[in-house]
Antibody, heavy 126, light 107 residues
Framework: QVQLQESGPGLAKPSQTLSLTCTVS??????????WTWIRQPAKGGLEWIGR???????IYNPSLESRVTISVDTSKNQFSLKVNSVTAADTALYYC??????????????????WGQGTLVTVSS | DIQMTQSPSSLSASVGDRVTITCRAS??????FNWYQQKPGKAPNLLIY???NLRSGVPSRFSGGGSGTEFTLTISSLQPEDFATYYC?????????FGQGTKVEIK
Protein backbone atom coordinates (compact mmCIF):
# COMPACT_ATOMS: atom_id res chain seq x y z
CA GLN A 1 0.00 0.00 0.00
CA VAL A 2 1.47 3.32 -1.09
CA GLN A 3 1.73 5.97 1.61
CA LEU A 4 2.17 9.71 1.13
CA GLN A 5 3.46 12.26 3.64
CA GLU A 6 3.52 16.03 3.23
CA SER A 7 6.23 18.16 4.80
CA GLY A 8 7.25 21.79 4.80
CA PRO A 9 6.96 25.04 6.73
CA GLY A 10 3.62 25.67 8.36
CA LEU A 11 3.97 29.42 8.00
CA ALA A 12 4.64 31.62 4.99
CA LYS A 13 4.82 35.40 4.80
CA PRO A 14 2.68 37.34 2.34
CA SER A 15 4.32 37.80 -1.09
CA GLN A 16 6.78 34.97 -0.41
CA THR A 17 6.89 31.41 -1.76
CA LEU A 18 5.15 28.44 -0.17
CA SER A 19 7.11 25.20 -0.62
CA LEU A 20 5.90 21.71 0.26
CA THR A 21 7.20 18.21 -0.40
CA CYS A 22 5.35 14.92 -0.59
CA THR A 23 7.33 11.77 0.17
CA VAL A 24 6.01 8.56 -1.33
CA SER A 25 6.72 5.25 0.40
CA UNK A 26 5.71 1.68 -0.34
CA UNK A 27 6.23 2.07 -4.06
CA UNK A 28 8.24 3.91 -6.69
CA UNK A 29 6.98 7.31 -7.77
CA UNK A 30 8.18 6.41 -11.24
CA UNK A 31 6.36 3.12 -11.62
CA UNK A 32 3.29 2.58 -13.75
CA UNK A 33 1.37 5.43 -15.27
CA UNK A 34 0.31 7.46 -12.23
CA UNK A 35 -0.19 11.15 -11.69
CA TRP A 36 0.80 12.84 -8.46
CA THR A 37 -1.47 15.60 -7.31
CA TRP A 38 -1.76 18.53 -4.92
CA ILE A 39 -5.13 19.55 -3.45
CA ARG A 40 -5.91 22.14 -0.82
CA GLN A 41 -8.74 22.71 1.63
CA PRO A 42 -9.36 26.10 3.25
CA ALA A 43 -10.76 26.27 6.76
CA LYS A 44 -14.25 27.02 5.44
CA GLY A 45 -14.24 23.66 3.68
CA GLY A 46 -14.32 22.46 0.12
CA LEU A 47 -11.51 20.96 -1.93
CA GLU A 48 -9.51 22.75 -4.62
CA TRP A 49 -7.39 20.80 -7.11
CA ILE A 50 -4.07 22.61 -7.56
CA GLY A 51 -2.41 20.48 -10.21
CA ARG A 52 -0.55 17.28 -10.97
CA UNK A 53 2.59 15.81 -12.43
CA UNK A 54 2.51 12.46 -14.19
CA UNK A 55 5.20 9.80 -14.53
CA UNK A 56 5.58 10.96 -18.13
CA UNK A 57 6.82 14.26 -16.69
CA UNK A 58 3.83 16.25 -17.94
CA UNK A 59 2.26 18.81 -15.62
CA ILE A 60 -1.20 20.37 -15.58
CA TYR A 61 -2.25 23.18 -13.26
CA ASN A 62 -5.54 24.70 -12.25
CA PRO A 63 -5.92 27.82 -14.43
CA SER A 64 -6.92 29.74 -11.30
CA LEU A 65 -3.42 29.19 -9.88
CA GLU A 66 -1.33 28.43 -12.95
CA SER A 67 0.63 31.67 -12.97
CA ARG A 68 1.90 31.07 -9.42
CA VAL A 69 2.30 27.29 -9.14
CA THR A 70 5.06 24.81 -9.99
CA ILE A 71 4.94 21.07 -9.36
CA SER A 72 8.10 19.04 -9.79
CA VAL A 73 9.34 15.53 -9.06
CA ASP A 74 12.58 14.14 -7.64
CA THR A 75 12.63 10.46 -8.52
CA SER A 76 15.91 9.88 -6.65
CA LYS A 77 14.16 10.81 -3.40
CA ASN A 78 10.73 9.41 -4.36
CA GLN A 79 9.26 12.84 -3.76
CA PHE A 80 7.25 15.45 -5.56
CA SER A 81 6.98 19.10 -4.62
CA LEU A 82 4.73 22.14 -4.78
CA LYS A 83 5.74 25.78 -4.97
CA VAL A 84 3.24 28.62 -4.82
CA ASN A 85 4.63 32.09 -5.44
CA SER A 86 3.40 35.47 -4.19
CA VAL A 87 1.18 33.99 -1.50
CA THR A 88 -1.59 35.89 0.24
CA ALA A 89 -3.92 35.07 3.12
CA ALA A 90 -6.20 33.39 0.58
CA ASP A 91 -3.57 30.65 0.20
CA THR A 92 -3.98 29.65 3.86
CA ALA A 93 -5.24 26.07 3.77
CA LEU A 94 -4.67 22.43 4.57
CA TYR A 95 -2.55 21.08 1.71
CA TYR A 96 -2.84 17.45 0.65
CA CYS A 97 -0.78 15.38 -1.75
CA UNK A 98 -2.50 12.45 -3.42
CA UNK A 99 -2.08 9.87 -6.13
CA UNK A 100 -4.39 9.51 -9.12
CA UNK A 101 -4.81 5.78 -9.42
CA UNK A 102 -5.58 3.70 -12.49
CA UNK A 103 -8.70 1.60 -12.28
CA UNK A 104 -9.96 -0.37 -15.26
CA UNK A 105 -13.63 -0.97 -15.77
CA UNK A 106 -16.31 -0.92 -18.44
CA UNK A 107 -13.71 -0.65 -21.17
CA UNK A 108 -11.98 2.45 -19.83
CA UNK A 109 -9.40 3.56 -17.30
CA UNK A 110 -10.56 5.71 -14.45
CA UNK A 111 -8.37 7.97 -12.32
CA UNK A 112 -9.76 8.65 -8.86
CA UNK A 113 -7.57 9.93 -6.03
CA UNK A 114 -6.91 6.63 -4.32
CA UNK A 115 -4.12 7.48 -1.88
CA TRP A 116 -3.82 10.69 0.15
CA GLY A 117 -1.34 12.15 2.59
CA GLN A 118 -2.59 13.24 6.00
CA GLY A 119 -2.37 16.91 5.03
CA THR A 120 -0.28 19.80 6.27
CA LEU A 121 -1.59 23.19 7.37
CA VAL A 122 0.00 26.25 5.82
CA THR A 123 -0.82 29.66 7.23
CA VAL A 124 0.07 32.83 5.34
CA SER A 125 0.67 35.62 7.81
CA SER A 126 3.22 38.31 8.55
CA ASP B 1 -14.11 24.23 -15.70
CA ILE B 2 -16.74 21.58 -15.00
CA GLN B 3 -18.90 22.68 -12.07
CA MET B 4 -20.06 20.05 -9.60
CA THR B 5 -23.13 20.83 -7.51
CA GLN B 6 -24.02 18.64 -4.54
CA SER B 7 -27.29 18.54 -2.66
CA PRO B 8 -28.13 18.81 0.07
CA SER B 9 -25.23 20.71 1.66
CA SER B 10 -26.07 19.06 4.96
CA LEU B 11 -28.54 16.56 6.36
CA SER B 12 -29.50 15.11 9.70
CA ALA B 13 -30.28 11.42 9.91
CA SER B 14 -30.56 8.61 12.41
CA VAL B 15 -28.67 5.35 12.60
CA GLY B 16 -30.39 2.88 10.31
CA ASP B 17 -31.79 5.52 7.94
CA ARG B 18 -31.39 5.33 4.19
CA VAL B 19 -29.58 8.41 2.91
CA THR B 20 -29.11 9.67 -0.64
CA ILE B 21 -26.80 12.48 -1.77
CA THR B 22 -26.97 13.91 -5.27
CA CYS B 23 -24.30 15.51 -7.43
CA ARG B 24 -24.82 17.24 -10.74
CA ALA B 25 -22.12 18.06 -13.29
CA SER B 26 -22.34 21.15 -15.49
CA UNK B 27 -21.61 19.03 -18.58
CA UNK B 28 -21.69 15.37 -19.55
CA UNK B 29 -18.87 13.44 -17.88
CA UNK B 30 -19.95 9.87 -18.68
CA UNK B 31 -19.00 7.86 -15.57
CA UNK B 32 -15.73 9.67 -14.83
CA PHE B 33 -17.03 10.41 -11.38
CA ASN B 34 -15.97 9.60 -7.82
CA TRP B 35 -17.21 9.85 -4.22
CA TYR B 36 -15.05 10.53 -1.16
CA GLN B 37 -15.74 10.45 2.58
CA GLN B 38 -13.94 12.84 4.91
CA LYS B 39 -14.01 12.58 8.69
CA PRO B 40 -12.87 15.47 10.93
CA GLY B 41 -9.10 15.84 11.02
CA LYS B 42 -8.58 13.23 8.30
CA ALA B 43 -7.88 13.27 4.59
CA PRO B 44 -10.67 12.39 2.18
CA ASN B 45 -10.98 8.68 1.49
CA LEU B 46 -12.10 7.20 -1.83
CA LEU B 47 -15.39 5.30 -1.54
CA ILE B 48 -16.66 4.88 -5.10
CA TYR B 49 -14.99 5.36 -8.48
CA UNK B 50 -16.34 5.34 -12.01
CA UNK B 51 -19.76 6.30 -10.66
CA UNK B 52 -20.77 2.95 -9.18
CA ASN B 53 -17.65 0.87 -8.46
CA LEU B 54 -17.11 0.28 -4.76
CA ARG B 55 -13.48 0.54 -3.76
CA SER B 56 -12.16 -2.64 -2.17
CA GLY B 57 -12.86 -2.67 1.55
CA VAL B 58 -15.75 -0.19 1.44
CA PRO B 59 -18.92 -1.60 3.08
CA SER B 60 -21.65 -2.74 0.73
CA ARG B 61 -24.18 -0.39 2.36
CA PHE B 62 -22.59 2.30 0.15
CA SER B 63 -23.68 2.41 -3.47
CA GLY B 64 -23.30 4.83 -6.34
CA GLY B 65 -25.33 5.43 -9.44
CA GLY B 66 -25.83 7.68 -12.39
CA SER B 67 -24.05 8.71 -15.55
CA GLY B 68 -23.86 11.73 -17.79
CA THR B 69 -24.59 14.65 -15.48
CA GLU B 70 -26.57 13.23 -12.55
CA PHE B 71 -25.08 11.00 -9.87
CA THR B 72 -26.12 9.63 -6.50
CA LEU B 73 -24.49 8.20 -3.40
CA THR B 74 -26.77 6.04 -1.26
CA ILE B 75 -26.09 4.68 2.20
CA SER B 76 -28.66 1.95 2.71
CA SER B 77 -28.52 1.83 6.51
CA LEU B 78 -26.56 4.63 8.16
CA GLN B 79 -24.04 3.50 10.75
CA PRO B 80 -22.38 5.62 13.48
CA GLU B 81 -19.08 5.62 11.59
CA ASP B 82 -20.75 7.08 8.48
CA PHE B 83 -21.29 10.50 10.00
CA ALA B 84 -18.88 12.55 7.92
CA THR B 85 -18.68 14.93 4.98
CA TYR B 86 -19.02 13.47 1.49
CA TYR B 87 -17.54 14.99 -1.66
CA CYS B 88 -18.14 14.21 -5.29
CA UNK B 89 -15.44 14.75 -7.93
CA UNK B 90 -15.21 14.57 -11.70
CA UNK B 91 -12.17 12.96 -13.32
CA UNK B 92 -13.34 13.56 -16.89
CA UNK B 93 -11.24 16.66 -17.51
CA UNK B 94 -8.72 18.96 -15.91
CA UNK B 95 -8.88 20.89 -13.74
CA UNK B 96 -10.42 18.18 -11.60
CA UNK B 97 -13.29 19.69 -9.64
CA PHE B 98 -15.18 18.73 -6.50
CA GLY B 99 -18.65 19.33 -5.18
CA GLN B 100 -18.94 21.62 -2.17
CA GLY B 101 -19.56 18.69 0.17
CA THR B 102 -22.51 17.20 2.07
CA LYS B 103 -22.21 16.99 5.83
CA VAL B 104 -24.12 14.04 7.29
CA GLU B 105 -24.95 14.71 10.93
CA ILE B 106 -26.58 12.74 13.69
CA LYS B 107 -30.25 13.50 14.24
Amino acid sequence: QVQLQESGPGLAKPSQTLSLTCTVSGGSINSDDYCWTWIRQPAKGGLEWIGRICTSGSTIYNPSLESRVTISVDTSKNQFSLKVNSVTAADTALYYCAREGNFYGSGSYYNPLDNWGQGTLVTVSS
Amino acid sequence: DIQMTQSPSSLSASVGDRVTITCRASQIISTYFNWYQQKPGKAPNLLIYAAFNLRSGVPSRFSGGGSGTEFTLTISSLQPEDFATYYCQQSYDTPRTFGQGTKVEIK
